[in-house]
């Protein structure tokens, strides 16, 4: 269960890095327009959002290896983990809404340029979002 954790806080911590290098990258930016300023929020959220994602699952992934046991999988004796589902959900949220934000993000990104540009970046980061909703949908499934 704990390399679940750190494999979900790996990939997290790594978006939320990627939204940062493109957040620092738009407020270098020189010239500014309601695109500008779109990205800028929607990069904010992803930003946000996965690096609460990475942080709750790293803080979850380490709680549950001092707390369950390896062999047996069971917690401890005095360790409830009701919680547990209830958390994940919380953070698997914060997950999607940073990922939905990446898209989006990727997608204005193109309109910093010109507007064919931002058609193109808009189509293609649409349709690595249909795949990307695919790929969860059948994960979960």
Same mark, same amino acid.
């Given at each position: 269960?704990?390399?679940?954790?750190?494999?979900?806080?790996?990939? /997290?911590?790594? +978006?939320?890095?990627?939204? !940062?290098?493109? &957040?620092? +990258?738009?407020?270098?930016?020189?010239? /500014?327009?309601?695109?500008?300023?779109?990205?800028?929020?929607?990069?904010?959220?992803?930003?946000?959002?996965?690096?609460?994602?990475?942080?709750?699952?790293?803080?979850?992934? /380490?709680?549950? =290896?001092?707390?369950?046991?390896?062999?047996?999988?069971?917690?401890?004796?005095?360790?409830?983990? =009701?919680?547990?589902?209830?958390?994940?959900?919380?953070?698997?949220?914060?997950?999607?809404?940073? +990922?939905?934000?990446?898209?989006?993000?990727?997608? &204005?990104?193109?309109?910093?340029?010109?507007?064919?540009?931002?058609?193109? /970046?808009?189509?293609?980061?649409?349709?690595?979002?249909?795949?990307?909703?695919?790929? !969860?949908?059948?994960? !979960?499934?």
């Amino acid at each position: 269960m704990t390399e679940l954790y750190s494999q979900l806080t790996s990939v /997290s911590a790594v +978006l939320a890095g990627f939204a !940062i290098t493109f &957040l620092a +990258l738009l407020l270098g930016h020189r010239e /500014s327009n309601r695109y500008l300023s779109a990205s800028v929020g929607v990069t904010v959220v992803a930003a946000a959002s996965l690096l609460v994602a990475a942080l709750g699952w790293s803080l979850i992934g /380490s709680l549950l =290896s001092q707390v369950v046991d390896a062999n047996t999988g069971a917690p401890a004796e005095g360790y409830d983990l =009701s919680w547990l589902a209830g958390a994940h959900r919380i953070l698997s949220f914060a997950f999607l809404c940073g +990922l939905v934000s990446l898209f989006v993000m990727l997608g &204005l990104s193109g309109w910093l340029r010109s507007r064919a540009l931002g058609i193109f /970046s808009t189509a293609v980061s649409a349709g690595a979002a249909a795949t990307a909703w695919q790929v !969860i949908q059948h994960m !979960i499934d």
